[in-house]
């Protein structure tokens, strides 16, 4: 059975030619990069290599790029060094993002490390950017914003210059979880008030585990993990080599392709909202589908019946690949976190699908896709 691949929000496939890339590093070229003879030289060089090409493309210093295992590890480092290193005792997020980032704060406050505030939602799904200048204003410590440029599950996306310029405003520290935008809209780190964002190479048709961490050349933050001098005394530990070569090669074709990329795939998120709206009545899409959106992702909501009850576990045995929100709940029947809070906790009645393109995906698909959609509801 031929299977159809609609969860490129929780991974990608990798591109051959980032694979071609890798190469010779999982062969002939394979020395540690903290050794100081040429197998070790010419590694490390890779690495230096690698960090330039990706702080050109966002526009950020090298010096500020550091390589990580993704996207969950730079979260913890950002929000830890935030508290620990940069003086902030109270925590500003919302309840949309994604567990990397609330686990992580509910941690903090669990330890009295800091106090936490969720800032409201719009009833489609965005952050209240009154809301947010009120929390900051209300507060007489120096607060950690932390807000994700784009919701993994429903797409939305952040005013992430707004965002940057209250905290600017109010003096406090911005992290934004980019894992869903680096690799697929241009960023440009000058621009944005921000001191940390995050991204995973697997997001955009890279190598799984590895990421990156910006940490704006402003703030001095003390390392997370500790035992060796590797990231400029910032990450401890051997350094993914093959991982971050295929990171930013993969950051370089994904930048490249932008533009075609861009528009090929949101054609395929408009041809499916359209059919779907056309065959099935009662449908409803979560977010602000065809407002500020990522062109990725499209999120659906089923009404609930004995039909649709099963039916992520049915498109499944049909070999259809989606999930019910994140790759971290894929499988799982609850509704997410991310849907629940949108809707107040009212969205017991509805089976929210969640599909997400990439350039590979094809119109024949969706159509594959939407009939056996007419069996199964």
């Known amino acids: 059975m031929s299977r159809i691949y609609f969860d490129n929000a ?3 496939s990798l591109d051959p030619d980032v694979l071609e890339a890798m190469m010779p590093f999982l062969t002939e070229k394979f020395g540690n990069p903290s050794s100081i003879y040429s197998y070790g030289r010419e590694t490390k060089m890779a690495i230096e290599n690698a960090r330039k090409t990706v702080a050109k493309i966002l526009n950020a210093a090298p010096g500020e790029i550091f390589f990580t295992s993704g996207g969950t590890e730079s979260t913890n480092t950002a929000v830890t060094a935030a508290i620990r290193d940069l003086g902030c005792k109270h925590i500003i997020t919302s309840r949309i993002e994604h567990h990397a980032t609330l686990h992580t704060v509910e941690h903090m406050e669990h330890f009295k490390h800091a106090t936490l505030s ?18 900051l204003a209300g507060n007489k410590e120096r607060s950690l914003v932390t807000l994700m440029h784009a ?3 429903v797409g939305n996306l952040l005013k992430i210059k707004a965002v940057g310029e209250l905290c600017k405003k109010y003096d406090a520290i911005f992290h934004s979880d980019t894992v869903q935008t680096v690799g697929h809209y241009p960023l440009n780190l000058k621009d944005i008030n921000v001191h940390f964002i995050n991204g995973a190479g697997h997001k955009f048709h890279g190598p799984k585990g590895v990421g990156i961490l910006y940490v704006n050349e402003n703030v001095r933050i003390k390392p997370h993990l500790h035992g060796g001098s590797q990231e400029r005394n910032m990450r401890a530990g051997t350094e993914n080599l093959y991982g971050i070569v295929g990171f930013a090669k993969a950051l370089e074709i994904a930048t490249e392709r932008y533009e075609q990329d861009s528009q090929y795939i949101k054609g395929l998120k408009t041809y499916m909202a359209e059919k779907l709206q056309q065959n099935f ?3 409803k899409f979560n977010g602000d589908t065809n407002g500020s959106s990522l062109y990725t992702v499209l999120n659906v909501s089923f009404p609930m019946n004995e039909k649709s009850d ?3 576990f049915n498109l499944d045995m049909a070999g259809i690949c989606v999930s019910g929100g994140s790759a971290c709940t894929s499988g799982a029947n609850a509704v997410s976190h991310v849907i629940s809070a949108i809707y107040n906790g009212q969205a017991t009645d509805m089976v929210p699908i969640r599909f997400s ?8 698909e969706i159509d594959t896709v939407l009939e056996k959609l ?4």
Request: proline fraction near 2%; avoid cysteine; glycine fraction near 4%.
């Open 10 to 12: 929780a991974t990608t």
């Open 118 to 135: 969720y800032v409201r939602l719009t009833d489609k799904g965005h952050i209240d950017l009154a809301h947010l200048e009120e929390l």
């Open 151 to 153: 919701n993994n599950e």
């Open 281 to 283: 009545p009662g449908v």
């Open 310 to 312: 099963m039916l992520l």
């Open 357 to 364: 393109f990439s350039r590979h995906n094809t119109k024949e």
């Open 374 to 377: 007419k069996e199964l509801v």
